[in-house]
């Protein structure tokens, strides 16, 4: 019975590297959530403006959340684009 809640010891712990670019990625991801609320507030139909609204407050919280994250870590727009850029090299 015990077994079944030890944690597995050969769990890999994420280098500060990794943890950079789950943030950037993060911070994109929350970015196009963003524009992407935006978009459809722009076209919403008036039963919806409500909903597009709260969206909108809240990617921006996140997005607003993620940049403060980022400036903590010291991370700065080409830092930024450069780990993107190697995350996302084809071959």
């Known amino acids: 019975m015990f077994e079944e809640y030890q944690k597995e010891t ?3 712990d994420k280098t500060d590297e990794d943890k950079k670019i ?3 990625m993060s911070l994109i991801k929350a970015k196009k959530e963003l524009n992407l609320a935006t978009k ?3 076209t919403a139909e008036e039963g919806l403006v409500d909903y597009y609204v709260y969206q909108i407050k809240a990617s921006k919280s996140k997005v607003d959340f993620l940049v403060n994250k980022a400036k903590d870590k010291g991370l700065s727009l080409n830092m930024i684009e ?5 995350k996302n090299q084809v071959g």
Do not use: C, D, G
């Open 22 to 24: 789950e943030l950037i």
């Open 40 to 42: 459809n507030f722009e």
């Open 10 to 12: 050969n769990i890999k």
């Open 82 to 86: 450069e780990i993107y850029f190697k």
